[in-house]
């Protein structure tokens, strides 16, 4: 029996994906990335719109999206952000002196401070709560497609390596 190869042509919003070939992967992740890249435009510019620097939005959103018993510390919130330890103690800083943030002791390990959103620092992300799941839910279709093609030439990548 004859392999066969078939031409598959994808479109995304009306573009229509390149060739099958050494670099499609490449544009493939390009595109997924300028997707990303979208979305987190828009989250900044909303952050500013809101009167938050773009790093305090995305440090009460670890904050208050913490998974339930976590103890959000510092040490947690760098980790979470990709921060040092002194970048994130100075982010918390002005969090806290704009009222976004309190610190309070740790009950079990006094060395340390556990992280909380007060009630202004949440009145601000559920505004931006709203916008952002707007804004995502839009975007869902392309970000949806873009991954969808990032595993299909993913696999046929490393199908085409594979021989």
Do not use: W
């Amino acid at each position: 029996m004859r392999n066969r190869q078939y031409r598959v042509t994808i479109y995304i919003m009306g573009n229509q994906l390149p060739a099958p070939g050494p670099d499609l992967l490449l544009k493939t992740l390009a595109e997924f990335r300028y997707e990303l890249r979208r979305f987190l435009l828009f989250s900044e510019c909303a952050a500013l719109e809101a009167g938050l620097q773009p790093q305090q939005h995305q440090l009460l959103l670890q904050v208050a999206g913490a998974p339930e018993n976590t103890a959000v510390s510092i040490a947690y919130a760098a980790g979470r952000l990709g921060l040092k330890h002194n970048s994130a103690v100075e982010l918390v800083d002005r969090s806290e002196r704009e009222g976004l943030l309190e610190r309070m002791a740790d009950a079990n390990d006094k060395r340390r401070a556990i992280l909380r959103v007060t009630r202004k620092g949440k009145f601000v992300l559920s505004r931006l709560a709203g916008s952002h799941a707007k804004e995502l839910n839009e975007m869902a279709p392309r970000l949806t497609a873009a991954l969808k093609h990032i595993s299909f030439n993913a696999h046929r990548s490393n199908t085409v390596e594979a021989r």
